[in-house]
């Protein structure tokens, strides 16, 4: 699959994984339209790049929101790559201490953005790739590429709705590229390890070395750019489908 001139969105494309994977895609010369809740930073990010990188304010648990930023996207230019970067964590046990039952409303909220939000991502994205005429001999249109997560396989204590949620993405992975086989329409997923998000930025340095020092190779945290690439050859490597691959220096999570 070319990037250059192919139409590009990315779900949580205004910070951490998302930016990273916006900025090498623009960078290869896509059209790349900016999907964020943020709008100060998807504008900021769509200024600084330039006339080929566009912002589309949505939040991916809003139906109407998304198919706006997704017709948006196709009146750029014919969409050929989607990217799902949006999602976020929450700790907290099947039981609290004082042994009164996990909360539901926080944990619907997980699955609500990290499942259902990459959900819409995946049948907003595949039904305007389908609508575009195949790129070659094999009949592809494009690729979508998910972010589930390691605790999809190796959860930690109070990771259940999280990890409920990236197991979702996984499951979700070799039924969907199935589905979209015959429209040419490749599915693939990544599952980070412990990467270098704004969010892990607020810890101390500390915490940030005894992170890392649990990584086998290479002994740092993942950085947001090491997803981009791997994101950059999953869109170009054509015969990669209905694969999750994990993207984590060897590390297996503990229980906590």
């Known amino acids: 699959m070319q990037i250059e001139e192919a139409g590009a969105l990315v779900t949580g494309g205004a910070s951490g994984l998302g930016e990273a994977t916006v900025r090498r895609l623009a960078a290869r010369g896509a059209v790349v339209t900016i999907v964020d809740r943020d709008e100060d930073k998807g504008q900021a990010l769509a200024k600084e790049l330039g006339r080929s990188t566009q912002f589309a304010p949505a939040d991916v648990t809003d139906e109407e929101q998304m198919k706006a930023a997704f017709d948006h996207a196709a009146d750029a230019a014919p969409l050929r790559i989607v990217v799902n970067c949006a999602g976020l964590g929450w700790a907290g046990r099947v039981i609290n201490r004082d042994n009164s039952p996990h909360d539901l409303g926080p944990f619907q909220f997980v699955i609500n953005v990290n499942l259902i939000g990459t959900f819409n991502g995946m049948r907003f994205g595949a039904s305007a790739i389908a609508k575009n005429d195949p790129v070659n001999d094999d009949g592809a249109r494009g690729v979508i590429v998910n972010t589930a997560s390691v605790a999809a396989f190796d959860g930690q204590i109070g990771q259940l709705a999280y990890s409920?949620?990236?197991?979702?993405?996984?499951?979700?992975?070799?039924?969907?590229?199935?589905?979209?086989?015959?429209?040419?329409?490749?599915v693939l997923t990544i599952a980070p390890g412990t990467m270098d998000t704004p969010l892990l930025g607020l810890l101390p340095e500390e915490g940030r070395k005894a992170?890392?020092?649990?990584?086998?190779?290479?002994?740092?945290?993942?950085?947001?750019?090491?997803?981009?690439?791997?994101?950059?050859?999953?869109?170009?490597?054509?015969?990669?489908?209905?694969?999750?691959?994990?993207?984590?220096?060897?590390?297996?999570?503990?229980?906590?």
């Open 164 to 186: 409920a949620s990236k197991g979702g993405i996984v499951g979700m992975t070799l039924p969907a590229a199935r589905d979209l086989a015959p429209v040419g329409i490749r």
């Open 211 to 256: 992170l890392a020092a649990n990584i086998p190779f290479p002994k740092r945290l993942g950085l947001p750019e090491d997803f981009a690439a791997l994101a950059e050859h999953m869109v170009e490597n054509d015969y990669l489908n209905g694969e999750v691959v994990r993207l984590d220096g060897a590390i297996r999570m503990p229980p906590k």
